[in-house]
């Protein structure tokens, strides 16, 4: 068997113990003659699997009893229209942090349904940094505050969550959920894309306060109203069964590796490997500010040398795949989520050593 180590960015590399589960419970799940693809989402064994989902969940990210945690389909990008139609409800008007292409994103989409305020942009130095953003920014009567905690493609984040006082921050999480040890209570929404850190592509985890649910307009659509979902525990029309299946093995992996304190030491540790390696080097170069570094999606540069696609094509003839930048940022990009085991990121910084030597 081949297995290469897995730079994307999504989706991307998932846990080989988790795959290897999955294949040998594939074609007879629990002894019902099924795979979980073929369960009815309201058999006893699928009601099974989505609780535990959740409960694995809530254990991990200790996320207190008065939020819900939904598993939906669409995408962060559905969330984006998401969370203007459920939040943008008393005085209409929300503030944005622009981060980076993502942001953006979600800016243009709530745009579309109220008063949308940008109150800080990193935009003036290509998204290499993140805006310090202070309490007095906020409009006290705002509906949310909305940030991007990791900038997938800059290879930013937030070291620090920001105080939003009594107005509810809301976090497109997609690219770091699960890398770290976070505080729940500080936000009003967290949402993420699986494919990420998560498991496959399909499933889209939405964790909201209870306060912040069933204030949509009548007119909300119903499959976009979070109260839908919140009163049906996910299941008010067929959810992707097979991704919360695989979800739920990712999350029991991260279990018994020690959860998210453990996973925390661990990222940190391959991501400051790679930093060390780019800062002691003359060769390569980071072009995020060292305070907002990312330690998921690792963007650098060769600064002085023509040599990106002749880079990108050796690491993939050594098994190092996906290491292209995004073409919106260029040079290369190194996602080292959770599922990437130290190895992975050993055998990049000796690639990267010797790629030096060779074409400079
Ligand atoms: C990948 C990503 C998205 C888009 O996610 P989809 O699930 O493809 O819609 C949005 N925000 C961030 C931060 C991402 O990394």
């Known amino acids: 068997m081949k297995r290469v180590y897995n730079f994307s960015a999504g989706p991307s590399m998932l846990p080989l113990p988790v795959l290897e589960k999955a294949q040998k419970e594939l074609p007879d799940y629990r002894d019902s003659g099924m795979s979980v693809m073929e369960l009815s989402h309201r058999s006893g064994l699928f009601t099974d699997i989505i609780t535990e989902a959740e409960s694995l ?50 800016i243009k989409e ?16 290509n998204f290499t940094y993140i805006p310090k953003i202070t309490q007095d920014m906020i409009d006290p009567e705002a509906d949310y505050v909305h940030i991007t905690t990791n900038n997938t493609i800059e290879g930013t984040t937030f070291r620090n969550i920001p105080d939003t006082g009594d107005v509810p921050l809301v ?12 505080d729940v209570s500080k936000f009003g929404i967290i949402y993420a894309g699986a494919q990420k850190n998560i498991g496959p592509a399909g499933l889209t985890v939405v964790i909201v306060r209870e306060d912040l ?22 299941l008010h029309n067929t959810p992707p069964t097979f991704a919360i299946y695989m979800a739920k093995l990712v999350f029991e992996w991260l279990n018994e590796l020690g959860g998210l304190k453990e996973m925390q030491k661990r990222n940190e540790k391959k991501a400051q490997m790679l930093y060390d390696f780019i800062a002691k080097s003359d060769f390569y170069a980071s072009p995020v500010k060292e305070d907002s570094r990312s330690i998921m999606n690792i963007p650098f540069v060769i600064p002085d040398y023509d ?18 930048g995004h073409r919106s940022v260029g040079g290369m990009r190194a996602s080292i989520y959770n599922a990437m085991p130290v190895e992975g990121v050993e055998a990049l910084v000796s690639f990267m050593e010797k790629f030096e030597k060779e074409n400079k």
Not at 110 to 125: H, Q
Not at 216 to 234: D, F, I, R, V, W
Not at 318 to 323: A, D, K
Request: net charge negative.
């Open 57 to 106: 969940l809530r254990d991990l990210m200790q996320i207190p009893d008065q939020y819900k945690v939904l598993f939906l389909q669409g995408g962060a990008s559905q969330q984006f229209a998401m969370v203007p139609m459920n939040l943008l409800v008393n005085s209409g008007k929300a503030e944005y942090v622009n981060t980076g292409s993502w942001s953006k994103k979600a």
């Open 110 to 125: 709530a745009k579309k349904f109220g008063d949308i305020n940008v109150i800080a942009s990193s935009e003036d130095e």
């Open 171 to 182: 976090a497109d999480m997609s690219s770091n959920i699960l890398s770290e040890e976070i």
């Open 213 to 234: 649910i069933g204030k949509a307009k009548e007119t909300c659509p119903t499959m976009l109203n979070y109260q839908t979902h919140s009163e049906s525990g996910s």
């Open 307 to 324: 040599v990106d696609a002749a880079f990108v094509k050796a690491a993939q003839e050594e098994g190092l795949e996906t290491l292209k």
